[in-house]
């Protein structure tokens, strides 16, 4: 072999070497990759674990304000509740002094004139204790302690009773008000709480005459499901008014809802009647809703289930 000079030779030995230890050195600067990919693996892992506490403790955080907040609530829903049930109470005493004077003054009294302007002071002394009735009604009920009575009685009793308050006002605005009940349903005796079913009744009678300015009002009774014990009776209101929008409809029956305030302007009320006919029906099991139509008037109804009671002796 001739003599080689050192700076080729020195190359051939390089290359010897690279081709006698590449293996070892490619599987070591894989290991440094896949040490280095760890590395950062585990560095975004901690950070990742971070955020997850941070934002555990955010959430906690936020329960904790949230829990906070609901039961400073709570307190204030208290206070204003026996507020109002305060302030009912103590409004009811002096309201009953005043309709007992109007009564006796009206009773003296022989004047004509006079006993007009007193049945005016009577009627609106009436109207505002109706008032105070119904806020104290919506606060126990919004408090649950409101109970519900279990007494026998009849539908026709009942339904007359209602409809005899609610004449007056109709004949007023010269408005007719019918009332479609079977005999056999009306004369069925029944068991339940006749008062609030009155109640329910006539505040939602008395909306449809309200926002009635011609036609009729008509109080359909119909049982939609009869068994040995009990019968699933239907009620229907329907009106001739002014009727309400789909969307209004929706909204009706929240607490002090009124759905226009020109409404209230010229037809009056607060926006409790049909809150306290929504909260006695679901008390009693049943369902309420209207059916209604702008300009082509509104049905208002409910359904509730009630007990039969004994039948009447035979005479």
């Known amino acids: 072999m001739p003599f080689e000079t050192a700076h080729p030779l020195r190359q051939r030995a390089e290359a010897i070497l690279a081709q006698r230890s590449g293996p070892n050195r490619r599987i070591e600067a894989s290991t440094l990759r896949l040490n280095h990919e760890l590395q950062v693996h585990q560095i975004e892992l901690e950070m990742q674990d971070e955020a997850l506490r941070q934002t555990q403790a955010d959430i906690d955080d936020a329960r904790q304000r949230a829990a906070t907040a609901a039961e400073l609530a709570g307190v204030a829903d208290r206070a204003k509740e026996a507020f ?48 105070i009735d119904d806020v104290l009604d919506l606060t126990q009920l919004k408090a649950n302690r409101l109970s519900l009575d279990r007494a026998e009685f009849t539908l026709d ?29 009306s004369q069925q005796p029944l068991i339940g709480d006749s008062a609030r079913l009155s109640q329910v009744l006539y505040n ?24 040995d014990l009990s019968v699933l009776m239907r009620f229907d209101i329907i009106d001739t008014g002014i009727g309400i929008s789909a969307d209004d409809c929706k909204r009706l029956f929240r607490d002090f809802e009124q759905l226009d305030s020109s409404s209230t302007r010229a037809f ?4 409790i009647g049909l809150a306290i006919a929504r909260y006695l029906v679901l ?21 509730v289930r009630l007990d039969k009671g004994p039948a009447p002796a035979a005479t």
């Open 84 to 131: 109002l049930s305060t302030m009912t109470h103590e409004l009811r005493t002096p309201l009953h002094q005043v309709l007992g004077a109007l009564d006796l003054a009206r009773w003296q009294s022989t004047n004509a004139e006079q006993i007009k302007w007193l049945d005016r002071c009577s009627a609106a002394a009436k109207t505002l204790q109706r008032l």
């Open 157 to 185: 009793l009942m339904l007359q009773g209602v409809l005899d308050t609610l004449r007056p006002r109709a004949a007023a605005k010269s408005i007719g008000l019918d009332l479609e009940v079977s005999t056999q349903l």
């Open 204 to 227: 939602l009678a008395s909306n449809a005459i309200k926002f009635s300015s011609e036609g009729r009002v008509t109080v359909r009774v119909t049982s939609i499901e009869e068994t």
């Open 268 to 271: 009056g009320g607060s926006g």
């Open 283 to 303: 008390m009693m099991g049943g369902k309420i809703s209207v059916d209604s139509t702008p300009g082509r008037g509104s049905t208002f109804w409910f359904a």
